[in-house]
């Protein structure tokens, strides 16, 4: 396998960036426009690595996703490799919700580890992005202990996929007549908190309108694990619901929170430290 891509050496704690950054982004999908791809195949590109303050990058890492789709499904390997040559092969897992891969690395495949220091698990909210002729998946990638689930640095990924067997003008053409399809609206604000937590985290979110509202939380394999609420609620107020990840058969150390509000799709993920 060509040692290139997606799982971060780090040493560092990170919950997310303690920094703003102004960054030119691709042109995001929405969610009609991702249920139209195949995401099966190579994806090359970098990750760059936050520093201890979290105020700049201090390293750059090629990285590849080898993957395969099987409806919202994701399956496959992970690869990084770093400017001395040193790499990890990861498993990967994920799950296609709305217009964003939700994916965790859960097993080393082979690695040479720099000594001194650990390979994290990298797992992450990766928007799916046409930049000119390119199909790219982009985001934040949180990164964590390999036993206990303890928060790494963290860094930003970009990648590109190798062979694009879509037409992205095509997909492109798809929109839709409501801009909260994109899952990204500036009206709705959706938290979690503590991220990571040990057992009890809080997912709070506002509406803009009175809505059909269903919340429900995912493991990395796509499975259902809980439903938190399913019902009407009224415009104007923040809610709050409780998710216990002790109260689960199967703890699974990474969660995927889906808020549907009017049948629009918002993600968010949770992380369970061990």
Not at 76 to 87: K, L, P, Q, V
């Amino acid at each position: 396998m060509k040692r290139l891509s997606i799982t971060l050496l780090a040493l560092l704690l990170i919950g997310g960036p303690a920094f703003s950054q102004t960054v030119q982004l691709p042109t995001i999908l929405n969610s009609k426009q991702v249920s139209q791809l195949d995401v099966t195949g190579k994806w090359t590109g970098k990750r760059q690595q936050y520093s201890w303050d979290r105020k700049t990058f201090i390293e750059t890492f090629q990285y590849e996703f080898d993957l395969k789709q099987e409806g919202n499904i994701v399956t496959g390997t992970s690869t990084i490799i770093n400017a001395n040559g040193e790499y990890a092969d990861m498993i990967v897992e994920g799950v296609i919700i709305g217009n964003k891969l939700h994916f965790a690395e859960k097993q080393v495949k082979s690695a040479i580890r720099p000594e001194g220091r650990v390979w994290c698990f990298k797992s992450g909210e990766l928007y799916f992005a046409k930049e000119g002729d390119n199909l790219k998946l982009t985001g934040a990638t949180p990164s964590y202990m390999e036993n206990n689930n303890m928060p790494c640095s963290g860094g930003v990924t970009n990648l590109i996929k190798a062979d694009n067997n879509n037409d992205l003008s095509s997909i492109m053409n798809t929109t839709t007549t409501n801009s909260v399809s994109t899952g990204i609206s500036p009206d709705i604000n959706i938290s979690v908190y503590p991220n990571p937590f040990v057992q009890t985290s809080k997912i709070q979110y506002n509406l803009i309108t009175d809505s059909k509202v269903q919340v429900e939380v995912f493991d990395m394999s796509g499975k259902r694990l809980s439903t938190l609420f399913d019902g009407n609620q009224k415009a104007g107020n923040y809610y709050n619901l409780n998710f216990n990840a002790q109260a689960n058969s199967q703890n699974s150390g990474i969660y995927i929170v889906k808020l549907t509000i009017n049948g629009e799709v918002y993600s968010r993920q949770l992380v369970q430290m061990l």
